[in-house]
């Protein structure tokens, strides 16, 4: 089945622990992104990666970090959280530039006390 | 840079009634895409409805069709004989046509109940 998977689901951390989000997809897609969604905000990006080694800023990169060492996996990294990076997360991949679908994992709800 | 607004943040429709939800956008371009994805409370988001900036006829799925008017930058989505699987939050968004990907901007999400 062809999917975007993130893990984990649920996630309750303390301030300044340092924790990954693991997002992968089987679709062989080149572009990944990472979203969070807040109240009354929709989704904002926050990283994005075109390939392999490849990626760029979203419009909220802040204390956010990613890699893209392979094609399949993108995962989001929180270095110090905060407690205003509380917060769901979504990975998505798409296949092509243009209007393209992009494919949405089920999404990572972050709690940081 | 681009916004997109959706100015009802919450509606509610009759079981099989008809409701239309609002987008507006701002931007430059001139070649850009459209979507309307929804997001039932099993959080997934799902791809509605797509449509390209450069074609003048509006785009249908179903029960689901947009009115997209391109000088007045709106696009707003109906969803015909509402169902009750249809009470989601409904985000629209907006991306620019580039030879590379380029970022896709969301608007804060209206939140439909579809009553029985």
């Known amino acids: 089945e062809a999917q975007v998977t993130q893990n984990p689901r649920y996630l309750i951390t303390v301030t300044g622990k340092k924790l990954t989000v693991t997002c992968s997809q089987n679709m062989n897609h080149e572009y990944m992104s990472w979203y969070r969604q807040d109240p009354g905000l929709g989704l904002r990006q926050i990283y994005y990666?075109?390939?392999?080694?490849?990626?760029d800023k979203g419009d909220v990169p802040e204390g956010y970090k990613v890699s893209r060492k392979e094609k399949r996996n993108f995962p989001l990294i929180l270095e110090s959280p905060s407690p205003n990076q509380t917060s769901l997360y979504f990975c998505a991949s798409s296949p092509l530039a243009g209007a393209s679908e992009q494919y949405f994992g089920p999404g990572t709800r972050l709690t940081v006390t | 840079a681009q916004t997109v607004t959706q100015s009802q943040p919450e509606m509610s429709v009759q079981e099989a009634e008809t409701v239309t939800l609002s987008c507006t956008y701002d931007t430059s371009e001139n070649n850009y895409y459209l979507f309307w994805y929804k997001q039932p409370p099993s959080r997934q988001m799902i791809l509605v409805i797509r449509q390209e900036a450069y074609k003048q006829q509006n785009a249908t799925e179903n029960r689901f069709s947009v009115n997209f008017q391109k000088a007045a930058k709106s696009f707003s989505l109906k969803i015909s004989d509402s169902q009750l699987g249809d009470t989601a939050m409904y985000f629209c968004a907006f991306m620019k046509h580039s030879p590379s990907y380029d970022k896709v901007i969301f608007g804060p999400g209206t939140s439909l109940s579809v009553i029985p």
């Open positions: 990666s075109m390939n392999v080694e490849v990626t």
